[in-house]
């Protein structure tokens, strides 16, 4: 049991790329994330989701039991496909605590920032380091708030 108990109260952070099941609409991301909010609120869960050209790229953190519970879940989950973690590590402290789950999509706006990180124009997360996934994260997250 002391384990267990010492588990809850370590804050991970995880960051993994997916691909969207057939082309995503607009409302499926739309209740991805609701549900995402929803679920995290009452989890400890927070982070960041980003969506374009069908890739997912998201970062949760919380406690570890928690965050694997949900690892579980993701890869069970038939609206994407083909997970690869980027990273997973103990954390200090949260870096998306105002977040239940906060969420950006590329654009002509911001695709400058996504290429500041990228060796290609198009967003591929799978290409991407942990490192440079994480800047990319936290400058679109930036624009956002
Ligand atoms: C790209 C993507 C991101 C998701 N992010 C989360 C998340 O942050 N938190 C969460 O609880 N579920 C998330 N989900 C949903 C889970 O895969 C799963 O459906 C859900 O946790 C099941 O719990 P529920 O049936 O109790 O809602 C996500 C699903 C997808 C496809």
Redesign the pocket.
Known sequence: MAQITSDAHTLVNMTYV?RANLDLSPKALGE?LQ??QK??TA?G?T?M?VFNNNY?L?T?EGPRAQINR?LY??IL?Q??HDLQLLETRELKHREWSKWS?NQASLNEQNAAVYLKYSTTADFNPYLMSAESARGLMTELSVQRS
């Open positions: 997916s991805i549900q995402a679920n995290n989890n869960i982070g989701l997912f998201q949760i949900l879940a993701l989950d609206r994407h789950m």
